[in-house]
């Protein structure tokens, strides 16, 4: 079956550190791959989405991501991460048919 | 609405309580489904409709539950005979395309805590 995972299920940063956060998947053929984000009372919302194409992704608020076929990996990075960045991050991957598979999720702290 | 909008965002019910959560998605979105969450895991599929054909029902995890979305707007997930292991945060979504080889953007509503006790 299908699966997606997260390394990290909790990471605490200061203000101004880069951000990376691992996501793997199992599945050989063709994936889109997505990055959501739940900020504190809030809903899930898309961060950003591959499809095809240029492996490196840029989505909103600074973030970034690559997909890494022979690595089966899709990586969220940022630079340098702001105190409004604590939220989870959660790795979703769409494979042949309708569903999209959600990882685990990382919860990020990041302390001013 | 401007968004998808989930209706109760908590619920309390005794085992054995059979509950209803409602999911009013964006309008004119044709893709809809439903997901569970339970407490520190991810967003697990339940099942998809396009329009108000129920394509894949595979994520339902026992024939208590039961999900309908009769005029392809609206829809109700139904849980009987509530379970303690029901208990998790049930999350619509909603996208503009159908969603066969490709999708588009799931947006999410703010989910129903269901707790069963």
């Known amino acids: 079956a299908q699966s997606v995972s997260q390394h990290n299920h909790h990471v605490i940063l200061s203000e101004a550190a880069s951000l990376e956060l691992g996501c793997n998947y199992s599945y050989g053929g063709t994936v889109n791959l997505f990055w959501y984000v739940q900020y504190p009372g809030q809903h899930l919302q898309l961060l950003l989405k591959y499809f095809s194409g240029d492996p490196l992704v840029k989505g909103i608020k600074g973030f970034e991501a690559e997909f890494i076929k022979s690595k089966f990996s899709f990586n969220l990075r940022k630079p340098s991460v702001q105190w409004s960045d604590t939220a989870e991050y959660f790795c979703a991957v769409k494979v042949r048919g309708f569903k999209t598979i959600f990882g685990a999720g990382t919860r990020l702290f990041v302390k001013a | 609405g401007a968004g998808v909008s989930q209706s109760p965002r908590y619920k309390v019910a005794k085992r054995g309580q059979d509950v209803a959560l409602r999911c009013d998605p964006i309008s004119g979105h044709v893709s809809l489904f439903w997901y569970q969450q339970a407490l520190g895991q991810g967003p697990e599929f339940l099942t998809y409709?396009?329009?108000?054909?129920?394509?894949?029902k595979s994520g339902l995890p026992s024939d208590r539950f039961f999900a309908e979305r009769p005029e392809g707007s609206v829809s109700t997930l139904k849980i009987q005979r509530t379970q303690q292991e029901d208990s998790a945060v049930y999350l619509c979504a909603s996208s503009a395309i159908p969603s066969g080889s490709n999708t588009g953007e799931l947006f999410f509503g703010e989910g129903s805590r269901l707790t069963v006790l």
């Open positions: 409709f396009q329009n108000e054909a129920q394509l894949d």
